[in-house]
């Protein structure tokens, strides 16, 4: 068996940057990853323009107060003239300095008519000036290839001109349940039977993580059947995902099926819960697709997914391999027997310590629901309240 770190490494170096691009506008382009730098196209701000509303002046180099006649208004959106010498400029917030002009003085600071304006205090050059450039150049640039987009990156993206943006494909996946007991919500549960509930959740998680989950299907518990499915499938997409199959009973034939079709690359990892997953290749005409089997408890498959599958989609997005990041938290909890696997057990952080919730078990999907993150316990150690274990956020363990 492998160790987490270095599995988790393993299969995500595997994952090869896709060829494959497009170009979005701006607004379509949320949450996907850059396949080109980006450069800004202007100067922003594009010319020096006003952070308050006051009065644009060349600063007096005689003590204030200072009485000047008003030559201009300038709201923002219109062009100024050049400043009168002698005078001052009516000037509101955003709108840009008038040739001649140095500083800005704040309306609060000065005493006006219609006519002129009263300045009572000493103004410095630069005075509230917001300077052309201060925040981009023109050609610097703004965003890097491989960056995730947020909403944030949007926003700078359109404030120095870039009204499109060219991104990674989005990453075309095959989603493969294996049971003979599984059927879909909404049909009766008869004896042993249980419903689907690893699709549903991998098929969101997926799709949050920027995926095209174009091949969704169900397979009973038959090798041959799931052969065919893995061959049939692997040609139109950039990775199979399964679930379930993967263990060593005598009806788990996903590892039988992957070497069959294919390579078997690595198959179980020294973690609990998580510890039948199988990474291989199912080889085609056109080369060779990844696969990565989930075992098929739920909590198991939830974990293994944001372990493996979320990096290796990242590196079919161009994106650089993250190793996992825990921080130290205080356990409110003790574990009296420990485990001969490393375990990632479901916390949830109250009253400055992490609680675990009472069930452990890989089928106790509630648990997840519960919990706001994992906490990394050792093999073979005993953890008493007060003790310091390593532990991780789930929005930290989801997001890209």
């Known amino acids: ?50 952070a308050m509303d006051g009065y644009a002046l060349v600063a007096p180099s005689s003590p204030p107060p200072c009485t000047l006649p008003i030559s201009q208004i300038i709201a923002a959106g219109t062009p100024p003239k050049p400043l009168e010498q002698g005078t001052a400029a009516r000037i509101f917030t955003g709108a840009e300095i008038p040739p001649g002009a140095n500083a800005v003085v704040i309306q609060e600071d000065c005493d006006a008519t219609a006519e002129t304006v009263t300045v009572r205090v000493a103004v410095k050059p630069s005075e509230n000036i917001r300077q052309q450039g201060q925040d981009l150049q023109r050609g610097q640039l703004v965003a890097k290839k491989g960056e995730r987009l947020t909403a944030v990156h949007l926003g700078l993206l359109a404030s120095c001109g870039i009204s499109v943006v060219t991104v990674a494909a989005k990453p075309r996946i095959a989603l493969l349940s294996t049971g003979s007991e599984l059927i879909e919500p909404g049909q009766t549960l008869a004896p042993g ?12 998680l997926l799709e949050d993580w920027g995926c095209e989950v174009v091949f969704k299907g ?26 379930g199959g993967v263990s060593v009973g005598d009806a788990d034939h996903l590892k039988a099926a992957i070497s069959s079709t294919g390579e078997l690359n690595l198959w179980k990892v020294r973690l609990k819960p998580g510890k039948p997953l199988a990474f291989g290749h199912i080889h085609h005409t056109a080369g060779k697709t990844p696969v990565i089997a989930l075992p098929g408890n739920p909590v198991s498959s939830f974990v293994t997914a ?8 990242a590196g079919l997005c161009g994106q650089p391999y993250r190793p996992l990041e825990f921080r130290p938290q ?26 675990r919730f009472s069930n ?36 930290d363990l989801l997001s890209l």
């Open 1 to 50: 068996m492998l160790d987490l770190f270095v599995a988790r490494e393993k299969i995500a170096q595997a994952a090869s940057a896709l060829a494959r691009s497009e170009t979005l506008p701006l607004s379509q382009a949320r949450g996907r990853i850059l396949a080109e730098d980006c450069l800004a196209l202007v100067d922003v701000p594009p010319a020096a323009n006003s």
């Open 193 to 204: 039977q249980i419903y689907n509930s690893n699709q549903f959740m991998l098929a969101a």
């Open 218 to 243: 169900r397979v009973e518990d038959d090798l041959e059947k799931t052969r065919h499915l893995l061959s049939e499938w692997a040609e139109a997409v950039d990775l199979i995902v399964t679930s």
């Open 306 to 313: 944001a372990l493996f599958i979320k990096p290796f989609i």
């Open 330 to 355: 205080v356990s409110g909890f003790s574990i009296d027997r420990p485990n001969k696997r490393p375990e990632l057990i479901r916390v949830k952080w109250e009253n400055g310590k992490l609680q």
């Open 360 to 395: 452990q078990s890989s089928g106790v999907l509630s648990s997840v629901v519960w919990a706001d993150g994992l906490a990394w316990i050792e093999a073979d150690i005993c953890v008493r309240a007060g003790d310091t274990v390593p532990y991780i956020a789930m929005s």
